[in-house]
Nanobody
Framework: QVQLVESGGGLVQPGGSLRLSCAAS????????MGWYRQAPGKQRELVGA???????NYADSVKGRFTISRDNAKNTVYLQMNSLKPEDTAVYYC?????????WGQGTQVTVSS
């Protein structure tokens, strides 16, 4: 069992930056592929990007070059660095942990990009 807690969301102006964190409880954090997703009002949840246990990353086209995912296995934490934020990045951001047939979700953190 893994419990995930996201933090770091808030209100930021267009062009600004935020760093989200997702702290995991439980053991063997390093084996999980960690993903970041987001859901805007009235829209489906979408994948922002993910990082594997081997630290390979992939990103949605909409965030490539602006967002970076990293992980610190010693701290059981995955990060989402978001730069050059746009109003369309406004959403609730969730992290998830996947390993084989197991998947765990956090409760989400709100990111609002507005002037």
């Amino acid at each position: 069992q893994v419990q995930l807690v996201e933090s770091g969301g808030g209100l930021v102006q267009p062009g600004g930056s935020l760093r989200l964190s997702c702290a995991a409880s439980g053991s063997n954090f390093g084996i999980y592929t960690m993903g970041w997703y987001r859901q805007a009002p009235g829209k489906q949840r979408e994948l922002v990007g993910a990082i594997t246990s081997g630290e390979n990353t992939n990103y949605a086209d909409s965030v490539k070059g602006r967002f970076t995912i990293s992980r610190d296995n010693a701290k059981n934490t995955v990060y989402l660095q978001m730069n050059s934020l746009k109003p369309e990045d406004t959403a609730v951001y969730y992290c998830d942990a996947k390993w084989r047939f197991s998947s765990y979700w956090g409760q989400g953190t709100q990111v609002t990009v507005s002037s």
